[in-house]
Structure formats: C-alpha cells, structure tokens
C-alpha cells in the first residue's frame, strides 16, 4: 500500500500570512498517462471534507485561487496564499494512483 | 450542484449487519464512480470502497474486504454498503463521494456505531 506521510504546521498562523502544507507519498503518484493522482481536501470542523484539488495541481470548481498544489512524483505541497478565518480546518492528501486509495493522517491549521 | 445524502445509521452490536444508502441528485449519478470513505471519532480520514460507474467492478483496503459490500442502483440514482460482521472499529462516520476527477461530492456522512 502507498503510505501517505504529512507534515505539521507551525500553529497558528497569522491571518494575512501564508501556510504551506507537505505530503510525502511511499511511492510516485505518476501515472502512464503522465499526470499525478494527489488529492488535497480540507474538512472544516463539523463538517464534510471538501475537495481543493486534484491531479496534483488542479483547483476543484469554485476553489479560490488562494490555494495552489505543487510537487514531483513523491513530494507534493499545497500553499494558501493569504490565510483567512474560513480556512482552518485538517487538511488532507489522497493518493488515487492505485488501490488500496490512501489519506495522509491530516494536517490542522489554525488562525490567529 | 451535486447532492448526496446518506441514510441507514445506528447503533448495531458487534457481530450484526447494517446496510447504509446514499441517495445522490443533482448530477448524473451513472457517470460517476463511486467511493465510501470512514472517519472513526476524532480520527482521520480512511477509504472503505470504490464501485465503478457501471457496478461491474468494486475495490476494498483489507480491512472491509470480505465483510462489506458496495452496489450502486443506477436507475435509482442510490449508492449502497452492506457491511456484515460488524467490528467495534468500524465505529465511524460514514461518508459516500461522487468520483469525476477528483472526490467531487459528499454527503453530510452518517454515524456507525458497533456495540453490545
């Protein structure tokens, strides 16, 4: 199985400022077709994990541009640009490279 | 803008069989693979099944495998997992998501709990 490894934020962060989020995969994420199969979600408190992007680097529909994924094959990183209120919460990445499909244990970000 | 609403939830001793429904709306339900995914109390995030977009094929992590099924009724627009020889760890939310390119929608989830 690919182990999905993240990292941890210096919290909190100050609104305003930006937060960088890393991901490390057990295996590269890139497939034959040459595109990378990494998930980033964010889950506010109380609620449903929503998708920020996908393919690596792809921002979901309606996701502000504030946040932007990045990476090679096994390092992979999301920045929000700008922090606000609205966007603490546990970020998480997915590999959809193959199955079994995995998350990274999650990282919380808090404002201040 | 795609909806999913999960249903079926409860307490069940270990042992017993619970079967959840995901009743899926705005969107063409046919199109979209679809996937169950389980967050234990305070936990993180852990993948409990795919079924593609026709039923034909179906993927679980061992940890279900063997005691949870998915189907999906295309017609009814309705996702479903059978989950039978319940465990006290599979106590979670329980979250069905519409798969495109990435996991586009979710349903609010629904709370399993496995217990005498």
């Known amino acids: 199985d690919i182990v999905m490894t993240q990292g941890v934020l210096p919290n909190p962060v100050p609104s305003g400022e930006s937060a960088s989020i890393t991901c490390r995969s057990s295996?590269?994420?890139?497939?034959?077709?040459?595109?990378?199969?990494l998930n980033w979600f964010l889950q506010r408190p109380g609620q449903s994990p929503q998708l920020l992007t996908y393919?690596?680097?792809t921002r979901a529909s309606g996701v502000s541009d504030r946040f932007s994924g990045s990476g090679s094959g096994t390092y992979f990183t999301l920045k929000i640009s700008r922090v606000r209120a609205e966007d603490a919460g546990v970020y998480y990445c997915?590999?959809?490279?193959?199955?079994?499909?995995?998350f990274g244990s999650g990282t919380k970000l808090e404002i201040k | 803008e795609g909806q999913l609403v999960e249903s079926g939830g409860g307490l069940v001793e270990p042992g017993r069989s619970l079967k959840l429904s995901c009743a899926a709306s705005?969107?063409?339900?046919?199109?979209?693979?679809m996937d169950w995914v389980r967050q234990a109390p305070k936990k993180g995030l852990e993948w409990v099944a795919s079924?593609?977009?026709?039923?034909?094929?179906?993927y679980y992590p061992d940890s279900v495998k063997g005691r949870f099924t998915i189907s999906r009724d295309n017609a009814k627009s309705t996702l479903y997992l059978q989950m039978n020889s319940l465990r006290s760890e599979d106590t979670a939310t329980y979250y069905c998501?519409?798969?495109?390119?990435?996991?586009?929608?979710w349903g609010q989830g629904v709370m399993v709990t496995v217990s005498s």
């Open positions: 998501a519409a798969v495109k390119t990435g996991f586009d929608y």
């Open positions: 295996k590269s994420l890139v497939y034959k077709d040459g595109k990378t199969y």
């Open positions: 393919w690596m680097s």
């Open positions: 079924i593609s977009t026709g039923g034909g094929n179906t």
């Open positions: 705005g969107f063409t339900f046919s199109n979209y693979v």
């Open positions: 997915q590999q959809v490279r193959e199955y079994p499909l995995t």
